[in-house]
């Protein structure tokens, strides 16, 4: 194996935002279930949890997809600390995991939420992005 040289002190360096796999759950609901027996659970539809029940929190749990608040201050906070970006790579992923409930619409949705949250809290700074096995719907439909 060749190892290439090391760059010299003219080549520039950039900083680059990664996100990726986000699985945003946009009917996350804090006090519901997060094991309610589906194969994702602290949804809307599950309700809340009962006495005695492990319940979802406010910034998430660690067997539930994303709450949008939490993504949402995630991308907020990059851009008070990382004020000098030079772009960012979105690798997609955006829909949460309760692939039962999807639709093209439903997917959409989730997609344009992530990148209007990126765009509000990083004006101005390219977005370069590609889809994820679960943009598509049915999920993992893309053939490979």
């Known amino acids: 194996v ?12 950039l900083k680059v935002l ?6 945003l759950d946009l009917s996350y609901l804090p006090g519901s279930p997060v094991d309610c027996g ?5 949804l809307a539809e599950t309700g809340l ?5 492990a319940a979802a929190g406010f910034w ?6 994303l709450p949008s608040n939490t ?4 991308v907020k ?3 008070e600390v990382h004020t000098d970006l030079d772009y960012v790579i979105y690798t997609g992923d955006s829909p949460a995991h309760d692939v039962w409930l999807q639709t093209t619409e439903k997917n959409l949705e989730h997609q344009v ?28 439909s893309f053939p490979t």
């Open 77 to 79: 906070h990059v851009s």
């Open 18 to 23: 990664q996100i990726t796999d986000v699985h």
């Open 2 to 13: 060749t190892f290439p040289e090391n760059p010299d002190d003219t080549v520039s360096e």
């Open 49 to 53: 949890a009962e006495e005695g029940q």
């Open 71 to 74: 993504f949402e201050d995630m």
């Open 60 to 65: 998430g749990d660690y067997n539930c997809d």
């Open 113 to 140: 939420f992530v990148l209007e949250t990126i765009d509000q809290y990083l004006p101005g700074i390219p977005v370069y992005l590609t889809l994820g096995n679960h943009e598509g719907f049915p999920v993992n």
């Open 38 to 42: 589906l194969p994702c659970c602290c």
